[in-house]
Nanobody, 127 residues
Framework: VQLQASGGGLVQTGDSLRLTCAAS????????LGWFRQTPEKEREFVAA?????????YYADSVKGRFTISIDNAKNTGYLQMNSLKPEDSAVYYC????????????????????WGRGTLVTVSS
């Protein structure tokens, strides 16, 4: 069971990137898929999450609302984070993670709720 994040790179302010989270041995049809990011100066920070339970619920950090979009392709069991209008402060290592279906809403925003993590992918936004 593992997650693999990819798609990071070096871009300029205002550019877009799409991160991919491929899952093996774990379905995104249930539970929560989340994206976090971390810099050397900060603790791991919540970015976005998506829950499939009945309908679909989206969660975003205020800093990325309106610019980032999280999604899942069920057929490919792959998650995505579309990042538009990137800013230098978005520069970080981005991680995808999965949390179990029992995760309560308030815990979606916390890293400790996630029990499966992928290796990070570096995003650098130049000014």
């Amino acid at each position: 069971v593992q997650l693999q994040a990819s798609g990071g790179g070096l871009v300029q302010t205002g550019d877009s990137l799409r991160l991919t989270c491929a899952a093996s041995g774990r379905s995104f049809n249930t539970g929560v898929l989340g994206w976090f990011r971390q810099t050397p100066e900060k603790e791991r920070e919540f970015v976005a999450a998506i829950r499939r339970r009945g309908g679909t619920t989206y969660y975003y950090a205020d800093s990325v609302k309106g610019r980032f979009t999280i999604s899942i392709d069920n057929a490919k069991n792959t998650g995505y984070l579309q990042m538009n209008s990137l800013k230098p402060e978005d520069s970080a290592v981005y991680y995808c993670a999965a949390a179990p279906p029992s995760t309560i809403t308030s815990s979606v925003y916390t890293a400790r709720a996630y029990d499966l993590w992928g290796r990070g992918t570096l995003v650098t936004v130049s000014s």
